[in-house]
Every structure is written in C-alpha cells, then in structure tokens.
C-alpha cells in the first residue's frame, strides 16, 4: 500500500501511556511519524527526553500549522474533550486513550466528525493491546452480532486474580495495581466499575450502533466481593470476574451489563488473568471468537495508539 502522509504530532501528556509512546515510536522509523511537541502540565518533573520536546502552553500544539495529528493522552474527561473538539474544528486528526471523554461526549464526538471530516480514533481507549474497536467496525454485521462478553477493566481483573491465586487481600492487591501502573489515578473508577462501564458505553456504539451515556447502563463494581466469595467460587471450580456482556434479544433490542460473575473453567475469559483482557464475540455463521490481550500498562496501550497513526496515514475514519 503507498502511504501519502507524514504524521507530525503533538502529544498531550506524557506519564504511562504518553512516554511509553515515545518510546515505541523511537523504534518505528517507517512510519514517518515524528513527535513535534509534548504539552505537558508540570514542568519541573524529571523526564527521559529532551526538554526543548514539552511546554505548557497547549497552543504550541494546537495552533501549529505543521501539526497534522494531536494524540491525547491526559485522561481528564474536561480538558480532554475541549483539546480534542480544538484540534478537530483545526483540521487537525485526533488519537485519544480518553475513555471517560469519549463515553460521555460521544453525540458531540460524531458531530464534529461530521462537522470537519477529520479521523478521529481511540481504538487504546479499551483494551488497549486487543483491536477490539476496528474489528467490531469493519469484520462483524451488526444484524448478525448475538452477543459480547469481556473483560475491559484490567485492574479489577488483576485484583481479582491475586486474591484468588496468590490469596492477597484487597487492598493489598489493588496497592499493587496502582504501584504497576494500571489503576486509575482515582482507583475508585476501576473498582467500582465506572472504568468498565465508560468503555462499554462506546463498544455498545460500535458493536450494536447503540449510543448512550454510562449513567444509563446498568453497572456494578468488585467493591462488595470478598475473599471468603473468592474462595468458595475457588471450591467450586469457578472464578469471579467483572464481565460487561451484552446480548441481542429476539425482539431485535439488546440487554446489557457490567457485572461481576461466576465464571466456570470451560469458559474463555476463565483463562483472562492478571491485566489482560478477553473479548468472546458471538455472531451468525462465524460461532464465537475469542480476543486476548493485556488491557492496561504503557506499552500495550501505546501499541494500540499506534495502531491508529497507522490508520491515519489513509486517513482511516470509523464508520460508526
Ligand atoms: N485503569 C484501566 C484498567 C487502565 O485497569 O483497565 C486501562 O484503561
């Protein structure tokens, strides 16, 4: 395929998912993609690049001519949103891991697509490693689609899975989570399940069309789980799991939720430890398919933003 497009790119953020892209891109030469400037908020942090690369003034980024496509990475629903809606009115394409962001503005996302004709693309904001987004958009028939089931929170995972195998407790457990780098900087929104269920918002759109705000899905967290459920699951061969699942009823509607659940062996997501996440889709004539990967982290998230600088060099659009 010939590629017409250089992509210069300002970049919002550099903490896990920002620098781990600056990382990967040192080791991509043949997508001539080239990071111009980095926006960042603290200026006096120390960071493994070179200063002259950050400021703190967001229209160094945004006005600049030569900035072809902005990568958002703050995850701060407000500022995100208002630097992405800029960028767009720009001309300018948009990556962004933002999955609060794009939950609760997804109506006025796809007014400004429409609006500037701009590629605007998110495929780390869930899942980040597996592409779930694009093959729900371009490989499954909406019509056809019987159902999903996954795991789209990495934290809640991984603290499950330490306090089922390793018998840690759940602070201790999630203590690890943040220490790793996948927990929220407010750990409530992966415990809780506000994480899982702004994800699920925009896989539901993409999957099925549906478009509707996270306050209206039916969500619960593992806040109420303990080690003594952990445990007799564990007697019974079974694990608990966050799962959001939707299904398509025959009346053509579709139920959907994200809720904890005995997951048996047999079952596919049985095997989504730690991390990683799992996403089993079932359609028409293909049965079901089984998506893995590590849903959080820098570099399995900086790898899906990737994904889409490779998409936008032929301007990639998702068709909604
Ligand atoms: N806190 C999120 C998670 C990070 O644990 O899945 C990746 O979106």
Request: aromatic content about 10%; proline content about 4%.
């Amino acid at each position: 395929m010939t590629y017409h497009k250089q992509l210069t790119i300002g970049l919002f953020g550099f903490g896990v998912v920002g620098e781990g892209l600056y990382k990967v891109l040192q080791q991509t030469p043949s997508l001539s993609a080239r990071i111009k400037k980095v926006c960042i908020k603290d200026p006096n942090k120390k960071r493994n690049a070179p200063p002259v690369l950050f400021t703190t003034d967001r229209e160094e980024l945004l006005q600049d001519e030569e900035i072809n496509v902005i990568v958002e990475v703050i995850n701060e629903a407000g500022p995100a949103f208002d630097i992405v809606k800029t960028a767009l009115l720009k001309g300018k394409s948009v990556v962004s891991a933002s999955k609060k962001m794009i939950a609760e503005h997804l109506p006025e996302l796809l007014a400004l697509q429409q609006e500037t004709g701009q590629s605007f693309l998110y495929e780390s904001a869930a899942c980040a490693s597996i592409p779930v987004i694009r093959n729900l958009e371009e490989y499954y028939d909406n019509d056809l689609l019987h159902g999903i089931k996954a795991i789209v929170n990495g934290s809640t995972n991984f603290i499950l899975t330490k306090m089922f195998e390793d018998k840690l407790d759940f602070q201790q457990a999630l203590l690890l989570a943040q220490q790793l780098g996948f927990a929220e900087s407010d750990p409530k929104l992966d415990v809780e399940g506000f994480d899982a269920v702004n994800k699920w918002a925009f896989l539901l759109t993409h999957a099925y069309g549906i478009i509707e705000h996270p306050d209206n899905l039916l969500f619960t967290g593992i806040q109420n789980i303990h080690a003594m459920d952990a445990r007799v699951a564990a007697e019974k061969g079974q694990q608990i799991k966050l799962v959001a699942q939707a299904q398509k009823l025959t009346n053509g509607k579709v139920a959907s939720f994200v809720i904890p659940q005995f997951i048996p062996q047999e079952d596919h997501l049985a095997f989504v430890k730690n991390e990683y996440n799992g996403v089993v889709i079932e359609s028409g004539f293909s049965d079901k398919q089984f998506f893995y990967g590590k849903g959080a982290g820098s570099f399995p998230t900086a790898s899906a933003v990737l994904s889409d600088l490779s998409a936008l060099r032929y301007d990639y659009k998702y068709e909604y």
